[in-house]
């Protein structure tokens, strides 16, 4: 058995893994984003304790931000989570639960647990909420880069993102005109669903917003599988809610942009919803030695 644990900016999930990728209990906790990393470490700590860690031989954690190839420290982060960027993740979770831990980017983690038990072997992994994030895949593992950056697809230049400030800080790529809160913002709304929901009662601005976003999106993943020619694009995150509204303008803006060769590359809505970066981080924490 694995902890899976998942930590994003406004919520704390953790889960008991099973070897084949079931997850057999389950907990959650508000992120006490304000207080820091010591605050979410001890959160993490509290809920894998009330679920039981006898028989646990391995945690592995999928968060947001930049995590070094080794698992071990978060390196870029922006200011979801207080202090994030610099934090020694895995140390301060194994001071805390004894066990051998690995850290791993959400969206690398997401894409680990998709890809488990299915036949495919390479992949770009795309996740569409508060932003854009991406993974890549090859030979059935997820490659993390030799910085631990590899696959940040929301920092794609496209041109309908032109002059419109990224949460990175620059400006023109593609997460400051496809993410959920892009979106909302053009629209003059809170949140997405918002949006989705003027669209799908006939509002023609907010329908375009979404396809704007969505073929903004797909030119970007174009550029992407023109350079990795994965055998599949999986698509995850709340924009998953607007349907064919986000998703046709973006497989015609993708159809658009690749080479003849990788026509009908498959674009596959993910399968194990919020469970994904549980699965993910708990298997590829599976190889993880004991601690001495």
């Not at 809160?181 to 949140?191: K, L, Q, T, V, Y």
């Not at 924009?239 to 986000?246: C, I, K, N, R």
Request: proline share 5%.
């Amino acid at each position: 058995m694995r902890l899976g644990v998942d930590i994003g900016g406004t919520k704390i999930a953790v889960g008991l893994v099973t070897r084949d990728g079931t997850v057999h209990r389950r907990a959650c906790a508000p992120t006490p984003a304000a207080r820091g990393p010591r605050a979410v470490v001890r959160t993490v700590a509290e809920l894998a304790r009330g679920l039981g860690l006898d028989g646990v031989a391995s945690a592995g954690v999928g968060t947001a931000g930049v995590v070094d190839p080794g698992g071990r420290e978060i390196v870029g982060a922006t200011d979801a989570i207080r202090d994030w960027a610099g934090t020694p993740l895995a140390r301060l979770l194994e001071d805390e639960l004894r066990l051998p831990v690995l850290v791993r980017n959400d969206v690398q983690a997401f894409l680990a647990g998709e890809l488990a038990g299915t036949v495919w072997r390479s992949a770009l992994g795309v996740t569409v909420g508060t932003g854009v994030g991406g993974a890549l895949a090859l030979d059935g593992r997820v490659v993390p880069g030799s910085r631990g950056a590899a696959g940040h697809l929301g920092h794609v230049p496209v041109p309908e993102a032109e002059g419109l400030a990224c949460s990175c800080g620059a400006e023109g790529h593609v997460e400051a005109v496809a993410a959920g809160p892009a979106m909302a913002a053009a629209s003059g709304e809170r949140d997405l669903r918002q949006v989705v929901e003027r669209a799908e009662a006939g509002d023609v601005a907010a329908a375009g917003v979404l396809a704007r976003g969505g073929r903004a999106l797909g030119r970007a993943l174009a550029g992407v599988v023109n350079v990795w020619d994965p055998q599949v694009v999986i698509i995850g995150g709340g924009v998953l809610a607007a349907g064919d509204l986000y998703l046709a303008p973006l497989r015609e803006a993708l159809a658009a942009g690749i080479l003849p060769v990788l026509t009908g590359v498959p674009i596959a809505s993910a399968r194990l919803g919020d469970d994904a970066v549980l699965i993910g981080a708990a298997l590829a924490a599976g190889g993880q030695r004991g601690r001495g």
